[in-house]
């Protein structure tokens, strides 16, 4: 089973910022974030990841509490191509196996 | 990121007849890789792990001598479908763990058994 959860699905304004909730109340000291995108019909793609602290790239935000139990993603300004299912996943180092939950169905509107 | 690729992204076959998928990392090399396989509207189920220069290791349910696996160098992995039935059409898709751990996927493969 999946040891995330997250929305079902949400909506968010094109331009405005995204935040994707994610909770992991049973993550292990060694287990990292990752969040993937799936757009339709397309494999997964990497958007990224964390331990312990916060990190940024050129695609989004990852926000994770300091007790470690919940994380947020953040799209800044999110355009209509970021539709797509978005996957929190939790999972040891050195390219452990991904037990997918059912993740956000994100829906950017005009 | 990392890169990796499938092969063919799309295929059509008859039932009983086998079909091949390949996985590549193209721009690194990876002693393991996963194979997913993912039915419409479902989130994706891990099928096996393709381990290079030994068997591969094979999710509860999932059986070995129908999803042939070979990881016969350190940037392939091939999924071979054997007897395909209608209900084997899914959505099939491998990752490899970049230098650094994090997996990559590649953009699936798309298989129909008719």
């Known amino acids: 089973d999946a040891k995330t959860t997250q929305p079902t699905s949400m909506d968010c304004a094109e331009g405005r910022a995204a935040n994707l909730p994610c909770n992991h109340s049973?993550?292990?000291?060694?287990?990292?974030v990752y969040w993937y995108r799936q757009i339709h019909s397309q494999g997964p793609q990497y958007i990224i990841h964390?331990?312990?602290n916060n990190e940024t790239n050129e695609m989004a935000s990852l926000i994770i509490t300091e007790d470690r139990k919940s994380s947020t993603l953040i799209l800044p300004h999110a355009t209509l191509r970021d539709t797509a299912v978005y996957y929190c996943i939790v999972t040891e180092a050195a390219g452990n196996k991904l037990t997918f939950g059912g993740g956000t169905r994100v829906l950017v509107k005009p | 990121g990392a890169v990796v690729s499938q092969h063919p992204s799309w295929v059509i076959c008859k039932s009983g007849t086998s079909v091949k998928i390949e996985c590549r990392s193209l721009d690194f090399q990876a002693t393991t890789m996963f194979w997913y396989r993912q039915f419409p509207k479902q989130s994706l189920m891990l099928m096996a792990t393709s381990n290079e220069g030994s068997k591969a290791t094979y999710e509860q349910g999932v059986e070995k001598d129908k999803f042939l696996i070979n990881h016969a160098s350190l940037t392939l992995s091939t999924l071979t479908v054997t007897s395909a039935h209608p209900e084997d059409s899914s959505f099939y898709i491998c990752?490899?763990?970049?230098?650094?751990?994090?997996?990559?996927f590649g953009p699936g493969t798309r298989l129909t058994v008719l």
């Open positions: 049973t993550i292990s000291g060694n287990e990292y």
């Open positions: 990752s490899a763990p970049d230098p650094s751990g994090s997996p990559f």
């Open positions: 964390g331990l312990k």
